[in-house]
């Protein structure tokens, strides 16, 4: 059992260090209160090589692996995890191209990522099927060659600068994915939505009217998107969680620098057991949080059954960021409560990872689904 990075990680959490304290630190608070979103920073994580981590190398990519990009995404997220899930956001989209793609569908749409700056989005997400994918409506009706599609997506990542789309929608009764060009005619995008936090990651509702979609651009057969998006989301929950372990890290710096500095009743902040007790936890969570994580990419990485654990690091990590944003406004007393201080936008910020790619309580849904098919525990 070994819990040191090799060279190899070390150097690279390194160089993703370097660029978030050079390009998305010093820039969290711009996109934060203007929305934007951060093309220029995406451009330049683009030709440091961080986009796209996952992309085959027999399609131009050079893939790491998702323990890699999980030490890479925490460091990211660190800096603002709303620029960070803007450069991560394809992964959630490209992963079932990887995973069910023939060989012509991943030439078509994941090599042309390699070469320039694109962006795609997983539109899965309905006004009424969020957590619960198997509810979704968006039909898929087979004409000739073609299947047409009608619906809309909610809440969709990255949803206005795609250049496209995977879909789950109904054929007849079968939840069937499919790859659907963004300049296809019958798409409408819609405004950027207003969130509570990750300001500058771009969500947006995608209106699908009667899209025409070749049969070329279905992944796997009729009937098999339900098990391609499930799938998906072993791959990508423990980046998820390597998020919610960058705003931890965040509270916890934030906090420990001003409980050093900060002077009450003649002594050190740090010094009351009140607050370093608060400090303590959240320390002990980011290491808890970050094992996790680091367990569930492992697994994925060993080619085993990661469902379980990808459910835990996920549900876990994003309670401990919650409440470490809050620990942290709690520990800068007035300043927590003030927009002089990163401590608000943390909380903001920390609150969507207790929602999307599956609830909270769908994560413990995932885990106890497992136990029940255990004999005992080991």
Known sequence: MQFSPSAEQTELVEKARAFTKEYIGPNSMKYDRSGEFPREICREAFKQGFMNPHIPAAYGGSPHTVLDHCMVLEEMATGCSGIATAIDANGLSQYPVILAGSDDQKRRFLAPMTEELMFSAYAVTEPEAGSDVSRVKTSATKMGNDYVLNGIKWWITNGSVASWYFVLARVDDKPTAFVVPADSPGIIRGPKEINLGQHASNTVRVTFEDVKVEERNRLGDEGDGFQ?????????????????????????????????????????????????????EIMTGLDAARYLTYRAAWLFDQGEDNAREAAEAKWFAADVAMKAAIECSQVLGGYGFTTEMPAEKLIRDAKIYQIYEGATEIQKMIIVGKLMRMKEVH
């Open 228 to 280: 391609i998006a499930m799938k998906t989301f072993d791959h990508t929950r423990p980046g998820v969680a390597a998020g919610a372990n960058g705003i931890t890290k965040a509270a916890l710096n934030i906090a420990l620098s001003y409980a050093k500095r900060r002077r009450t009743f003649d002594k050190k902040l740090i010094s009351n057991q009140g607050i370093s007790f608060k400090l303590a």
